[in-house]
């Protein structure tokens, strides 16, 4: 069965140090895969998708950058953390060209000081 | 611009109720609609809805989509301490796009 990890759980950085969140999946082969932010009380703004190594389409410009380095990798960087970025980031991973659920990671708690 | 909304945003109720939460959407390119639960960590995945009419069930949940009112609703009948969560609508809107409402944040006191 295919599981997905996200690591760190949780992460608590100054503003302007960068940032390197990584996501993997297992048991499953060319996922497409997704980077979500949650604010507090809200929803899940989608920030980056990747139907494949290398290929990185961006929803919402910003501050971040996401890398797709081998087919079951995907990492969300960022060079100088703002304030702003604070939140709850999570990972998700889905299969086919559409019409099938995206199955999300445990998140990480990203705090900016 | 692509929008979900969902309501009510918070609901409190006891144990054994029946609740029913609801979902409407504005979107150019609709084609499906999914919700999750989310109670601390990672949303989990509830239903896929595609076409209009048909009644997802599963267990004490159930959901349906009406494609002419650009809305769905997700009930539980027989609430339990369980179920409380933040329950997510989403819209497919293209081949990898998700448009998320503000969720439901549903409390069952016991």
């Known amino acids: 069965s295919q599981t997905i990890h996200q690591w760190p759980a949780t992460l608590v950085q100054p503003v302007g140090s960068p940032l390197s969140l990584e996501c993997t999946v297992e048991?499953?082969?060319?996922?497409?895969l997704y980077w979500y932010r949650q604010a507090a009380g809200r929803g899940l703004q989608l920030l980056f998708y990747?139907?494949?190594?290398?290929?990185i389409s961006s929803e919402v410009p910003q501050n971040l950058s996401a890398s797709r380095p081998q087919d079951r990798q995907f990492i969300l960087s960022s060079k100088k953390l703002l304030l702003s970025d604070s939140g709850f980031y999570l990972c998700?991973?889905?299969?086919?060209?559409?019409?099938?659920?995206?199955?999300f990671g445990d998140g990480t708690r990203l705090s900016i000081l | 611009e692509d929008k979900v909304v969902q309501s009510p945003l918070s609901l409190v109720v006891h144990e054994g109720d029946t609740v029913t939460l609801n979902c409407s959407y504005e979107?150019?390119?609709?084609?499906?609609l999914l919700w999750y639960k989310q109670e601390k960590k990672a949303p989990t995945f509830l239903f896929m809805l595609?076409?209009?009419?048909i009644e997802k069930k599963s267990g004490r949940l159930s959901s349906i989509l009406d494609k002419k009112e650009l809305s769905s609703i997700l009930n539980i009948t027989a609430t339990q301490t369980g179920d409380s969560a933040i329950y997510l609508c989403?819209?497919?809107?293209?081949?990898?796009?998700?448009?998320f409402g503000q969720g439901t944040r549903l409390t069952i006191n016991p």
């Open positions: 998700a991973w889905s299969v086919g060209p559409g019409n099938q659920p995206q199955h």
């Open positions: 048991g499953t082969s060319n996922p497409n």
């Open positions: 990747s139907v494949g190594i290398g290929q």
């Open positions: 979107v150019t390119n609709f084609r499906s």
């Open positions: 595609t076409s209009s009419g």
């Open positions: 989403a819209v497919e809107v293209g081949a990898q796009k998700l448009v």
